[in-house]
């Protein structure tokens, strides 16, 4: 099936949605915590988190316009600095999914989808306690994206806990032990499954692909 630029403009809308939401593959699925001034816990799916950075350690996502509807997360991370990401597990999907709902501000996603706070390491955002791979984030700076009138909300790690008994000892997490999931377009999520695992690539060490 074939869509040009003006076949996607003069789609529908939902549809134009699930197709662009899709397109790009699977992507990480994380729920972001956060709490208020006023001691409001906030708790939200998001599929945009990247890596930009090892040294410090970087992470960013994307924060979608707020004309419309009032961004919780990036109000609470602008209120005090910090927030936590999250991963989700094939145990506690739905409850997920449904933090996309627009709660009001006074509204705990935690306690109204079925989570359970936690504070670790006095840290000033709230982790998932059903999660077994999450981080404490410090909130560095937002980026305008003015082409998409979108900001990329860059974090950096200060505090990461990673099962045992999913890390080697070189640092390679293997995300099909901890039941992780992905997301596909707006509410499609994918089990992970550990397929292959290869050497740092070198051109002095390529297979010969064409035997």
Do not use: W
């Not at 990036?74 to 739905?94: K, R, S």
């Amino acid at each position: 099936m074939y869509f040009s630029k003006q076949d996607l403009a003069e789609a529908e809308k939902i549809k134009r949605l699930n197709i662009i939401n899709s397109v790009s593959g699977i992507k990480p699925a994380n729920l972001i915590g956060t709490k208020s001034n006023n001691g409001i816990n906030n708790l939200a799916i998001f599929s945009s988190i990247v890596h930009l950075g090892s040294n410090p350690a970087h992470l960013a996502f994307v924060m979608r316009p707020s004309e419309e509807v009032r961004r919780h997360t990036y109000e609470n991370i602008l209120e005090n600095g910090f927030f936590t990401i999250n991963h989700i597990h094939t145990n506690f999907i739905e409850q997920a999914h449904y933090t996309s709902a627009k709660f009001g501000a006074d509204i705990s996603e935690f306690e109204t989808c079925g989570f359970n706070e936690e504070y670790l390491m006095d840290f000033n955002a709230p982790f998932v306690k059903e999660s077994t791979l999450k981080m404490a984030m410090k909130h560095v700076e937002s980026i305008p994206i003015k082409s998409t009138n979108t900001l990329l909300v860059v974090g950096e790690v200060q505090h990461l806990f990673i099962p045992d008994h999913a890390m080697d000892e070189q640092g390679q997490i293997n995300l099909s032990l901890i039941d992780d999931v992905g997301i596909s377009g707006l509410n499609s999520y994918y089990k992970l499954q550990k397929l292959a695992e290869f050497p740092y690539a070198r051109v002095s060490e390529l297979p010969d692909f064409k035997e």
